[in-house]
């Protein structure tokens, strides 16, 4: 499948799909989104010392660099990617320069020279797992605080926002832990509503006027 970088509208990059319409990031702005989703609505409201992040779909590694430069916490951070980016992809994108961020530049190539399938120290509070897995493989029970769902869409991929998925994702959680995403479908809180979770509709990132935001009580 054909892949390019695209400017999106903040001036950060992302990953393009042509053939499905598709980004890895908003075309609206790639760093607003994960500030706005991820960040706002997801880590910002958790009141712990230490908390453990799942990250459905790794990706660029946008999500995990920006929490790590916005969190004042101890971070275990585990990022799911069945199909990791190449490396000359990710030398292309431009998120270190967009963030102003150059002096944390080597965080960022760490997070992806590391390897994959090993927890890796990338800093005194910043925990990194990578694994090369399909979400419906993930088996962690009561391990997670916060989960970023950044799958994806169900227009291209539905399998990926089915209430099996958010069975996983429900089981994964801690209680009271917290899942966030971009998406903000009917049919998608449906599915979250029927494993358990309890969902609010929230305003969304710019190019969107809504976003989920699911807690397990």
Do not use: C
Not at 59 to 67: A, D, K, P, R, Y
Not at 93 to 121: C, D, I, P
Request: no cysteine; glycine share 6%.
């Amino acid at each position: 499948m054909k892949r390019e970088i695209i400017i999106t509208s903040d001036g950060s990059t992302t990953i393009h799909l042509p053939d499905w319409n598709e980004q890895y990031h908003s075309k609206h702005g790639a760093i607003q989104e994960a500030y706005h989703v991820f960040i706002k609505n997801g880590l910002e409201i958790l009141d712990k010392n230490e908390i453990s992040i799942l990250e459905i779909g790794f990706g660029t590694g946008l999500n995990s660099f920006i929490t790590f430069l916005e969190s004042d916490k101890t971070v275990n951070y585990v990022g799911v990617e069945a199909y990791p980016v190449a490396e000359e992809e990710v030398a292309k994108l431009n998120y270190v320069a967009e963030l102003k961020a150059v002096a944390k530049e080597s965080v960022f190539k760490k997070m992806h020279e590391v390897s994959w399938g090993v927890k890796h120290k990338i800093t005194e509070s910043f925990y990194l797992t990578k694994r090369q897995q399909f979400f419906k493989d993930i088996d962690d029970i009561d391990t997670f605080d916060l989960i970023y769902f950044d799958a994806f869409g169900a227009r291209n991929q539905p399998e990926l926002w089915t209430e099996e998925i958010f069975s996983i994702m429900f089981n994964a959680l801690k209680s009271n832990g917290v899942l966030v995403t971009y998406s903000a479908k009917g049919s998608v809180r449906r599915a979250m509503q029927a494993v358990g979770f309890e969902v609010e509709r929230l305003p969304g990132p710019p190019g969107k006027r809504e976003m989920l935001r699911a807690v397990k009580h």
